[in-house]
């Protein structure tokens, strides 16, 4: 039902970014989507990865702040208002969305967005009551 994402706290430096994705590679984990949004300071890299456990351990073993978080993939209808119509029942429930990112691949012509509902419960609930389909981790993790 929800999928843990990886955020990680960088420095916005030259360099920081690849190291992540160094440390990540050299420890067998697989980046499934990922966004950044930075300051002048600092980044917020979020990441849907294939092993969330592993790759908090490898990035704390480098001095990174890390933290998982329950997100939800969504299977929405790739074509113009798609994302409205999943938008729109998650207003109706009155969840808010903190965030979305689109995430890389698709499931049968279909687009894939992960989303961070303020109340993850209710969007789950909203969702099922209107058949959107969202994936489960072992869904997600292996793409």
Do not use: W
């Amino acid at each position: 039902m929800f999928i843990k994402q990886v955020s990680v706290f960088i420095e916005n430096v030259p360099g920081k970014l690849s190291e992540v994705t160094k440390i990540l590679g050299e420890n067998g984990v697989d980046i499934s989507a990922l966004t950044l949004a930075d300051t002048t300071d600092f980044g917020i890299l979020r990441l849907i990865v294939n092993d969330p456990d592993k790759a908090c351990a490898a990035l704390r073993e480098h001095s990174f702040i890390v933290k998982l978080s329950d997100v939800v993939a969504v299977v929405i209808d790739d074509k113009p208002g798609g994302l409205t119509a999943v938008l729109d029942i998650l207003g109706s429930a009155q969840v808010s969305v903190e965030y979305l990112y689109a995430f890389v691949g698709s499931q049968d012509g279909h687009a894939v967005v992960v989303l961070r509902p303020d109340d993850a419960l209710a969007a789950v609930k909203a969702l099922e009551e209107n058949r959107v389909s969202t994936l489960e981790p072992k869904d997600i993790y292996r793409i």
